[in-house]
């Protein structure tokens, strides 16, 4: 029989998010919506262990599960969404430290990233010419004549936590004739000479995540920052995002059950109006598809996550949980936004912070036609 009762471990870590996201994270929302990036709120995170939920403890993490993961992004996603990014992409970055690095490394990079030192992990794949076919990315390192580093040059865009990341996880050419296959992938220390921020993007939500571009210099990168041997960089951003889409479901269904659930709030103040407009089976109706669209995304994002900690392939499983949660969650908050009217356009409402928060899970770590790529690949290929 399928078992669809989260371990004790899982509610622990589910409820350890939950907790801190009502009684700290909920009062300090609005500011970050106003665009404060959520600095103290992430290092509380990390105090949590909330940094590494997949990590090892003993490294500063919690050794959880993918689906305690997406339960805890999902209940911080709910309070706050930027915060649940910068936690997200934090957490994707160790996984991957964890997967792909050596003892070293992992040493060096995980108990400060983790702690909350290093304030966020950053990911830097997406360049101003290359963002869905991320394998034709320009950005190149080349290794010195003494092959003691690489010398790194290019641009990166859209860079999560660019600026106030503590490592960023940085994929470049080593050969830049092979495609996917010259991809290498570098854990680069931003005090570095040649590591520039540039722009700071102004979005229409996540206002308190940070959104940057980066420029890379002749960016001298020691040889033993390059996580796994040349070559594997596109593996590991695939791999990467074979769990990140998963969280960014959790994300989108999280942000959908705020308005769903401040729409709800208001149900008993909208009688009088639906008794008079007589709409008062298209509400109830409504809130019923809402709810039943984000139960079975949420037991999609589950599933892959569970196929995750069974160590199967669930490249097609994460892109259908994406693409669907993600669209169910644009489909709720722009029915939240009919329901709760003009009141949603006030900057402040909770419904209208959902709207604009929900639209770029549809585009961020693969937008929506690359997940249909992705799952339509992999089921010509009978996977
Ligand atoms: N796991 C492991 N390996 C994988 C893989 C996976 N999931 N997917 C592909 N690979 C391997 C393939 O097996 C292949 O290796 P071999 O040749 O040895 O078999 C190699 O990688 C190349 O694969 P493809 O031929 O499928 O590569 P492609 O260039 O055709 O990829 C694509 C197409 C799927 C659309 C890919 O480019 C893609 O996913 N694009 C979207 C990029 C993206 O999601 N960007 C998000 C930016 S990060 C972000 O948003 C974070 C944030 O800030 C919130």
Redesign the pocket.
């Known amino acids: 029989m399928m078992d669809f009762q989260a371990s004790d471990d899982e509610l622990r870590i589910q409820t350890l998010a939950r907790d801190y996201a009502r009684s700290t994270l909920a009062e300090r929302a609005d500011a970050h919506n106003r665009g404060a990036f959520p600095t103290e709120s992430v290092r509380d995170l990390a105090g949590l262990g909330l940094m590494g939920i997949k990590s090892p403890v003993a490294l500063g993490g919690l050794g959880g599960t993918n689906v305690a993961y997406c339960m805890a992004i999902r209940e911080i996603a709910q309070v706050c969404a930027s915060t649940a990014?910068t936690m997200?992409?934090t957490n994707?970055v160790g996984d991957m430290i964890m997967k792909f690095g050596d003892e070293a490394q992992q040493a060096r990079w995980l108990p400060p990233l983790l702690s909350g030192a290093f304030t966020a992990g950053s990911?830097a794949?997406?360049e101003p010419g290359a963002?869905?076919?991320?394998?034709?990315l320009s950005a190149k390192a080349v290794l010195s004549e003494d092959g003691s580093h690489y010398v790194l040059d290019g641009t990166k865009m859209?860079?999560?936590s660019g600026d106030v990341a503590g490592v960023v996880l940085v994929m470049a050419k080593t050969q830049p004739d092979w495609?996917?296959?010259g991809i290498s992938a570098f854990l680069v220390d931003p005090k570095a000479a040649g590591f520039e921020v540039g722009r700071h993007e102004q979005k229409m939500g996540l206002k308190g995540s940070s959104?940057v571009s980066l420029r890379f210099e002749g960016l001298k990168v020691p040889v033993e920052d390059r996580l796994g041997p040349e070559g594997i960089g596109?593996?590991v951003?695939?791999?990467a995002?074979?769990g990140?889409?998963c969280g960014?479901g959790a994300q989108a269904l999280g942000i959908a059950q705020s308005a769903l659930d401040a729409v709800l709030a208001e149900l008993p103040a909208r009688k009088g109006a639906d008794r008079a407009l007589q709409t008062g089976q298209a509400t109830s109706f409504r809130v019923a598809d809402m709810a039943t669209r984000m139960e079975a995304a949420w037991l999609m994002v589950q599933r892959a996550c569970a196929l995750h900690d069974a160590g199967v392939?669930m490249?097609r499983e994460a892109a259908m949980a994406k693409v669907f949660a993600t669209e169910t969650a644009g489909f709720v908050t722009r029915t939240c936004m009919t329901l709760a009217s003009a009141s949603a356009l006030q900057h402040d409402s909770r419904v209208g912070r959902a709207y604009r928060d929900a639209r770029v899970a549809r585009?961020?770590?693969?937008?929506s036609e690359?997940q249909r790529?992705?799952i339509a690949?992999e089921l010509v290929r009978g996977l």
């Open positions: 990014v997200a992409v994707m990911f794949l997406s963002g869905s076919d991320a394998a034709s859209w860079i999560t495609g996917a296959k959104t596109f593996k951003a695939m791999t995002l074979d990140g889409r960014i392939r490249s585009i961020y770590e693969g937008t690359v790529i992705v690949r």
